[in-house]
């Protein structure tokens, strides 16, 4: 079974960049409906990207042409560029991973925005 875990959050100036990455142990990754979630202090947790098994992308509106998810299966491994980023995307951000009845949490990365 896969296990995940994320990388790369941290404190970024309004309109920084940052790249997450959610590397994924154990075996099937490639078959795993990959996302990026996230939670901001009161707030319930959404879904800010999905990447598919088959590479299909889908964005929330509040990220879409910002953020861009990719996964690399060789390296078992999605990532979230995210750009131009916004004091209103500080939050956790939480990689998700999905096949058949299976679905799993990362442990979670704090990202912060703010000057």
């Known amino acids: 079974q896969v296990q995940l875990a994320e990388s790369g959050g941290g404190l970024v100036q309004p309109g920084g960049s940052l790249r997450l990455s959610c590397a994924a142990s154990?075996?099937?990754?490639?078959?795993?409906?990959m996302g990026w979630y996230r939670q901001a202090p009161g707030k319930q947790r959404e879904l800010v990207a999905s990447?598919?098994?088959?590479?299909?992308?889908k964005y929330a509106d509040s990220v879409n042409g910002r953020f861009t998810i990719s996964r690399d299966n060789t390296k078992n491994t999605v990532y979230l560029q995210m750009n131009s980023l916004k004091p209103e995307d500080t939050a956790v951000y939480y990689c998700?991973?999905?096949?058949?009845?299976?679905?799993?949490w990362g442990q979670g990365t704090l990202v912060t925005v703010s000057s």
């Open positions: 154990g075996s099937g990754f490639s078959r795993y409906a």
């Open positions: 990447v598919s098994s088959g590479a299909g992308t």
């Open positions: 998700n991973a999905v096949w058949l009845l299976v679905e799993l």
